[in-house]
């Protein structure tokens, strides 16, 4: 393999692990796939598959649009309480023994009396997560970005948000992400393999002038 030829074995390297690493595993992790969109809310009831992507596991829950109050990004985010407290889940694809990072966006409902909204996630160390809605509005939800890593123990993983509160005013979600988390020994390897690639170009450089 000739100096050119490496230089793009390397550029190649490169780009496809950080595709890789940067490609999320949740599937409708924005919940911008939906089926209806003529609706401000949508309620989806215990083991419902119309949520794209979700399972509703537990009572039901609301697909909020724009219209009720904005989202972290898009047109949609979802209220963890339909008509009470629920719980989404999927199964995702994993590789056992690969740490991956979990990520979110969390607020909540403000429209109750209830001020503290919590929620418990599966995967992570973290567990349970609050979000104060005191001094939120529509326009000013205050999202807050959460990310946890953690290990995977098999080749399917299930990621599951379920609400702690009562009512029909929850805990609200958006921008779920599931992404691979280079381990130590990879990361290194693609470092040497761009930092001989650099040597390369500077030593063509010199030749040149």
């Given at each position: 393999m000739n100096r050119t030829q490496f230089a793009i074995f390397c550029l190649s390297v490169a780009s496809c692990f950080s595709q890789a690493i940067a490609a999320n595993l949740v599937t409708n992790g924005d919940f911008e796939s939906i089926e209806n969109t003529s609706r401000a809310v949508q309620t989806f009831g215990s083991n419902s598959q119309d949520l794209t992507g979700w399972i509703v596991g537990l009572n039901s829950v609301d697909l909020v649009s724009n219209s009720v109050w904005n989202s972290a990004s898009g047109s949609y985010s979802l209220d963890l309480n339909g008509t009470k407290k629920g719980e989404i889940h999927q199964f995702i694809n994993t590789v056992n023994g690969q740490h991956y990072q979990l990520s979110f966006d969390l607020a909540?409902?403000?429209?109750?009396?209830?001020?503290?909204?919590?929620l418990s996630v599966n995967l992570g160390p973290n567990g349970i997560y609050k979000f104060d809605t005191r001094g939120k509005s529509a326009s000013n939800m205050g999202w807050t970005h959460y990310t946890s890593t953690f290990v995977a123990l098999s080749n399917s993983t299930t990621?599951?948000?379920?609400?702690?509160?009562?009512?029909?005013?929850?805990?609200?979600?958006d921008n779920i992400a599931v992404t691979a988390v280079p381990e130590p020994e990879t990361f290194a390897m693609l470092m040497t393999g761009l930092g001989l690639m650099g040597a390369i170009a500077r030593r063509r450089n010199k030749t040149r002038a």
């Open positions: 909540g409902n403000f429209s109750d009396g209830l001020a503290i909204k919590t990621l599951s948000f379920l609400s702690n509160v009562r009512g029909n005013a929850g805990p609200a979600l």
